[in-house]
């Protein structure tokens, strides 16, 4: 489920940035004991005077923890406009390796056929 639509019960006195912290450190534990992947999805707040470019990943709405405390960053961004030059392509775009013998930055385009 996205993350606006979990059940969460942040104590009153906690910040969102707070509650944030904790929930990524639980489900990087949580990860580390099972041996497991955990892909966390999360969708960029609204941009004001947005150019149509890829989002970058401090502007998940929210936190700033959900960068600083990913290990990968991964954006995946598509054109809702369409009037875009290129509507049928999918930006991939790599923006965070922490452990840089896994990976590196980067991006890819995918282009895909809507009439089928």
């Known amino acids: 489920d996205p993350y606006n639509e979990l059940d969460h019960q942040r104590p009153g006195n ?35 005077n947005w150019d149509g470019k890829a989002p970058g990943l401090y502007d998940i709405s929210g936190s700033a923890h959900f960068v600083n405390k990913c290990d990968n960053g991964i954006v995946v961004h598509r054109s809702r406009d369409p009037e875009a030059e290129n509507p049928d392509h999918v930006q991939v775009i790599m923006r965070k390796v922490r452990n840089k013998s896994a990976g590196q930055q980067g991006e890819v385009t995918l282009r895909y056929n809507r009439s089928k």
Do not use: D, N
Request: net charge positive; hydrophobic share 35%.
């Open 14 to 48: 906690q910040s969102e940035t707070e509650y944030v912290s904790l929930m990524l450190t639980k489900l990087k534990r949580f990860a580390q004991h099972y041996g497991c992947h955990v892909w966390f999805v999360a969708h960029p707040r609204t941009i004001h």
